[in-house]
């Protein structure tokens, strides 16, 4: 028995395809991926703007609300929720410089349109969560903008959303680059001290991808506690990655399975989920794996993370207390092995 309720996306169960080479699995219907989701173990389903409502940029608002009323259905026919709707700022012409970022108004007023519709979307779905994960705000030609206005553009962009809907809040999932460059956001602090500047910085937080953490050189478990102490860690993206280079979204404790159980110990520990938040799994498949296979990533996912829950709840605090008194972490580090390594 799971502590958390997890949740997953319906990009997680991709083809393969990446920007080298085409696909190499079936595309699945959005349907099947929840069933299987629901199957699975998960209670929510993550979604981006286009996900939930496909051709979104040609549909009128009143028509975005309406194809969203009919996923909720279909959520409701396998009891799943929807955990949060995410603008995809990235893939559209009109955000090849950004979104909140963009040096063309017409294009920043694109975001915000996309942006605003996300929000209905989340309304009509029954979650009050958006995800931003920032992709192309930041430079790839540094000259290109300055720093100082892109903070101000980001800033006032959220500030219009929390204005569109009072009760809607937003989770920053910082990235500290690819595809863009320098990103302008790419650290859970980036994220809080946006949340500050904002009009209503209790409904501004963060999402913590434990890969985006060791993109930019951190530690994601100290990431997580750091929006944890300041109650801002509003949702997790839990998954891998093989040190600084392009993002892998590993299967969950694949690389580091000692930073992997910490970051579960330390959800665990601060009784995350108390205010309704769902452990996220934000996992690629690689592009070897076969159709027939094409879930295996998300299972081996959460049983390694369910797994980790088992050794934070068998975790010796009484141990640790000692060690830590006698600072004898030489002690410490080999219980945690030994813990890991199933030997205790
Ligand atoms: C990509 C991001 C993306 C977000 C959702 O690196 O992790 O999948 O989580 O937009
Ligand atoms: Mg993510």
Not at 113 to 142: F, K, M, Q
Request: with cysteine.
């Amino acid at each position: 028995m799971s502590r958390f309720k997890y949740s997953a996306g319906p990009w997680n169960v991709n083809t393969g395809a990446d920007s080298y080479g085409p696909a190499t699995r079936d595309e699945i219907p959005l349907e099947e991926k929840i069933k299987k989701f629901a199957e699975l173990g998960f209670s929510a389903v993550q979604f981006h703007d286009d996900d939930a409502v496909p051709n979104i940029n040609d549909l009128s608002e009143g028509d975005i609300k309406n194809e969203a009323r009919k996923l909720k259905a279909v959520l409701d026919k396998y009891n799943m929720a929807a955990e949060f709707v995410a603008p995809r700022l990235w893939f559209n012409p009109r955000t090849a410089d950004g979104g909140y970022m963009s040096s063309s108004n017409q294009d920043r007023e694109y975001a915000m349109w996309r942006s605003y519709r996300s929000i209905d979307i989340a309304n009509e779905l029954g979650c009050d969560l958006i995800v931003l994960w920032l992709a192309r705000e930041g430079t790839l030609c540094a000259e290109s903008k300055s720093p100082i206005w892109a903070t101000k553009r980001l800033v006032e962009s959220i500030d219009k959303m929390l204005e569109y809907d009072k009760k809607i809040r937003i989770a920053i999932e910082p990235k500290p680059n690819e595809p863009i460059d320098r990103s302008l956001c790419g650290t859970i602090g980036h994220a809080l001290a946006i949340s500050a500047a904002t009009i209503d910085p209790s409904r501004v937080g963060g999402n913590v991808e434990s890969a985006h953490a060791v993109l930019a050189g951190l530690d994601a478990t100290n990431e997580m506690g750091f929006a944890l102490a300041f109650d801002k860690l509003f949702t997790v993206h839990l998954n891998d990655q093989n040190s600084i280079r392009f993002d892998q979204d590993k299967v969950f404790g694949v690389e580091n399975l000692r930073s992997s159980f910490n970051q579960i110990k330390l959800l665990c520990e601060n009784d995350y989920g108390k205010n309704g938040e769902y452990v996220g799994l934000d996992v690629k498949a690689m592009r070897t794996t076969k159709n027939e296979d094409r879930y295996k990533h998300l299972e081996n996912s959460l049983k390694i993370a369910k797994a980790l829950e088992d050794k934070a709840m068998r975790f010796d605090y009484e141990f640790q207390k000692k060690c830590v008194e006698n600072r004898d972490f030489e002690a410490l580090e080999m219980y945690v092995m030994n813990l890991l390594m199933g030997l205790v």
